[in-house]
């Protein structure tokens, strides 16, 4: 496949609190962090996940864009069980975080999951998929 | 690396327009097509961009989280070229997508780049970006 998404930047009001959640919290290492300004972490192939300071992702953009928060985006952590959901969620609920839908089963797809909110607004879900997997070219298969 | 991100999914009031976007204007291919509901796209080896009509969006999160449009994201899809981005933008342009930064050089990282907005408010940066690369294992290296 020809990768067509290179970079995901979210606008922040909060850097060192989105620092904390995805440090800390799921346990990534920044591949660039500039206090301040923005931080990078790799989150597929070839692909990284930044959160920008939101006055800089502002004039970034002469202003043309009026940011309050992130909205109506969530982004999914997939694991390999039931109890690794469960897991997840109780070791970013033991840091503060707040937690929107319990584990449980979800609606479509045969899946598990749950959700939380990261500091900056975005909904993370945390779920099991037995019906969707990678193969080793990167393509995803579902069913 | 071991990817942490397999979903991107993102609330839309018009998932007619959204489809228009992504498969007629920069020319995806859906890799599940779901009328009323759902679109995916594999944006990146093992991820998918989903959009998700708006009230479902909701409902899968049992109406906790108030959504009324997306903001605060931007997308990038690099290019070979600065051509490549006048190009890909013109192409947009024509299909009536609103153009927010016109190519020219950004303040960071020596990329050169422009931005338009998709129908959902969602900002892809357009972007030429000779700093940047990733290596044969899909690691991404900067400068």
Do not use: C
Not at 1 to 19: G, K, Q, S, V
Not at 60 to 68: F, G, P, Q, S
């Amino acid at each position: 496949m020809n990768p067509e998404l290179h970079f995901i930047t979210l606008a922040t009001e909060d850097l060192d609190a989105a620092r904390a959640f995805y440090r800390d919290g799921l346990g990534w290492e920044p591949l660039l962090d500039v206090p301040g300004e923005i931080i990078f972490f790799q989150v597929a192939p070839g692909l990284s996940l930044g959160f920008f300071d939101a006055e800089k992702f502002a004039e970034d953009l002469n202003h043309r864009v009026a940011i309050t928060r992130v909205s109506g985006v969530t982004l999914s952590h997939n694991v390999g069980s039931r109890e690794a959901v469960a897991t997840t969620i109780d070791r970013l609920a033991s840091l503060g975080v707040t937690v929107l839908k319990a584990p449980q089963e979800g609606a479509f797809g045969g899946i598990y999951h749950g959700h939380v909110r990261d500091p900056n607004g975005i909904v993370w879900e945390i779920a099991h998929n037995p019906g969707w997997r990678i193969d080793e070219a990167g393509n995803v298969l579902f069913g």
